[in-house]
T-cell receptor, first 116, second 114 residues
Framework: AQKVTQAQTEISVVEKEDVTLDCVYETRDTTYYLFWYKQPPSGELVFLIRRNSFDEQNEISGRYSWNFQKSTSSFNFTITASQVVDSAVYFCALENYGGATNKLIFGTGTLLAVQP | DSGVTQTPKHLITATGQRVTLRCSPRSGDLSVYWYQQSLDQGLQFLIQYYNGEERAKGNILERFSAQQFPDLHSELNLSSLELGDSALYFC?????????????FGPGTRLTVL
């Protein structure tokens, strides 16, 4: 079965702290995609990154970085020097390779609160 | 702006009623997906259409139905509404609807059932 687990329900940090959001996934597919989305208080889903299962290189984009480790089935997301504007719910998702479909399976989300 | 539009933005209705949510995919995208985000169930996949035909179904209730029209817009119909149907409903679209095709999400329709 395909599953995404985000064990951290809520994280609270003070501005400028670094924070890592954990994501563990389960899939029997050898080829798959993983995603991170941000959902600010306004409600929309903002795409952050898509990573395929063949690319285990870490990715950095500004203050954001992602660590993908197939050996532990994890795709963790780190925000460096957090800012108040980073406060949001963050979702990790797995693309379900069902042959005919590419529906996304989401984790339960991590609520990040960055205090000034 | 993802290019996916959803109307209305907010909808407030009463139990037992029926509503229709509308989604227009990005230009050129043939596949449309519907997702529901509720407090109980989190973000879950409901149904997918590709070029007018149903392609995949998730945990969609029998009281819910969807359709994709020849102009590729899609509608999600929710009937006999219950309090628990209150949720944020997202539509997404992709080019082909097969693996490795990125999905682009609309802004969502927030449904409140009183």
């Amino acid at each position: 079965a395909q599953k995404v687990t985000q064990a951290q329900t809520e994280i609270s940090v003070v501005e400028k702290e670094d924070v890592t959001l954990d994501c563990v996934y389960e899939t029997r597919d050898t080829t798959y995609y993983l995603f991170w989305y941000k959902q600010p208080p306004s409600g929309e889903l903002v795409f952050l990154i898509r990573r395929n299962s063949f690319d285990e290189q870490n990715e950095i984009s500004g203050r954001y970085s992602w660590n993908f480790q197939k050996s532990t089935s994890s795709f963790n997301f780190t925000i460096t020097a957090s800012q108040v504007v980073d406060s949001a719910v963050y979702f990790c998702a797995l693309e379900n390779y069902g042959g005919a479909t590419n529906k996304l399976i989401f984790g339960t989300g991590t609520l990040l609160a960055v205090q000034p | 702006d993802s290019g996916v539009t959803q109307t209305p933005k907010h909808l407030i209705t009463a139990t037992g009623q029926r509503v229709t949510l509308r989604c227009s995919p990005r230009s050129g995208d043939l596949s449309v997906y519907w997702y529901q985000q509720s407090l109980d169930q989190g973000l879950q996949f409901l149904i997918q259409y590709y070029n007018g035909e149903e392609r995949a179904k998730g945990n969609i209730l029998e009281r819910f139905s969807a359709q994709q029209f020849p102009d590729l817009h899609s509608e999600l119909n929710l009937s006999s509404l219950e309090l628990g149907d209150s949720a944020l409903y997202f539509c997404a679209s992709s080019v082909r609807g097969t693996p490795y095709n990125e999905q682009f999400f609309g802004p969502g329709t927030r449904l409140t059932v009183l």
